[in-house]
């Protein structure tokens, strides 16, 4: 297992409900991301936080809210998803990124979300 | 633009014989490239990263990946595979001017190794 961590694994939500998604890293890392992945699609890069501060947002609609409080802790926001947003939300974190660094970022397990 | 391709959605490989798992990239300037391995049910593991240097990158669980710039290729390899190897293989790419969070990754090539 990495050193970061996602809960639930799990989620089943109804389009009109609200939950929550979190992750939390022990690796000591300052940026923090949130990427979908869809079957037979490539990953794609939602928000990425670094230093606490939203530094990318990639035309992810509304009904996903990031909400990053320190360096460690990570939560995606739902509501009034819709049922093409049912997917595995992955969570990474990697030492801060700057031009010219090459640190990787490490993964969790992922969310299964499915949106009925 | 960067971008990078997996040609391949799945490699079938029995065990113990070589696999190869192919990428190739498009990046202005040198590239960062990443594999990565994901298995059923879990997140992306990191295996290996090629930044400069010798072109053949040693990862983790016996994986290699050779760096070829006039092919613009970096083609994941190991010598014998396992049954345990069986995964979603990842290829990743970033130019070396690009921010770090600009990682692109491949669609992906499933590796399935037969008894």
């Known amino acids: 297992e990495t050193g970061v961590t996602q809960t639930p694994r799990h989620l089943v939500m109804g389009m009109t409900n609200k939950k929550s998604l979190k992750c939390e890293q022990h690796l000591g890392h300052n940026a923090m991301y949130w990427y979908k992945q869809s079957a037979k699609k490539p990953l794609e890069l939602m928000f990425v936080?670094?230093?606490?501060?939203?530094?990318e947002n990639n035309s992810v609609p509304s009904r996903f809210s990031p909400e990053c409080p320190n360096s460690s802790h990570l939560f995606l926001h739902l509501h009034t998803l819709q049922p093409e947003d049912s997917a595995l939300y992955l969570c990474?974190?990697?030492?801060?990124?700057?031009?010219?660094?090459?640190?990787?970022?490490?993964f969790g397990p992922g969310t299964r979300l499915t949106v009925l | 633009a960067q971008s990078v391709a997996q040609p391949e959605d799945q490699v079938n490989v029995a065990e113990g014989n070589p696999l190869t798992v192919k990428c190739t990239y498009s990046v202005s300037g040198n590239p960062y490239l990443f594999w990565y391995v994901q298995y059923p049910n879990r997140g992306l593991q990191f295996l290996l990263k090629?930044?400069?240097?010798?072109?053949l990158v040693k990862g983790s669980y016996g994986f290699e990946a050779e760096f070829n710039k006039s092919q613009t290729s970096f083609h994941l390899k190991k010598p014998s595979a396992l049954v345990s190897d069986s995964a979603l293989c990842f290829c990743a790419v970033r130019g070396i001017r690009s921010s770090a969070s600009k990682i692109i990754f491949g669609s992906g090539t499933r590796l399935s190794i037969r008894p």
């Open positions: 990474a974190s990697s030492q801060a990124p700057g031009q010219g660094d090459y640190n990787e970022q490490f």
């Open positions: 090629y930044i400069t240097g010798d072109n």
């Open positions: 936080y670094n230093f606490k501060e939203q530094t």
